[in-house]
């Protein structure tokens, strides 16, 4: 695993075939441009599929959900993918409450996440 601190809270922590892994630190101060850091990490490395490894992430202010939007819209026009792994049950909770589960679904791990199915269900 390569690990190499790109961006304030942003860690690289993988690249496959195809698949970029980055693991979110919480720091919610550093979000308001956090769709924009994502995109420009991505075009870094000629990839539009993303996993974001969201296990630290305790809770989804307002702010992280709007930037997680705005990157999944940028992502599915240049028909990529975002998935999401590692969310606790708040954090699906928040998912599920803004209607934003389906497009955006949480996997248990990064393997699952990239082969696209057996998405975690909420508790």
């Known amino acids: 695993m390569t690990k190499l601190r790109d961006i304030a809270e942003l860690e690289i922590v993988d690249r496959g075939p ?13 979000m308001n441009d956090l769709a924009d850091r994502l995109w420009t990490l991505m075009n870094k490395h000629f990839i539009h599929r993303l996993v974001l490894e969201m296990d630290e992430v ?5 702010q992280l959900i709007g930037q997680l939007v705005m990157l999944q819209k940028r992502v599915l026009q240049h028909e990529g993918s975002l998935r999401l792994c590692g969310l606790s049950p708040s954090c699906v909770d928040a ?5 934003l589960d389906q497009a955006m679904p949480n996997f248990a791990c990064r393997e699952d996440a990239v082969r696209g199915y057996n998405a975690a269900k909420p508790r």
């Open 95 to 99: 998912l599920h409450v803004c209607r």
């Open 58 to 62: 305790v809770f989804l202010p307002s």
């Open 18 to 30: 195809g698949w970029l892994f980055v693991r979110l630190h919480p720091d919610h101060e550093q």
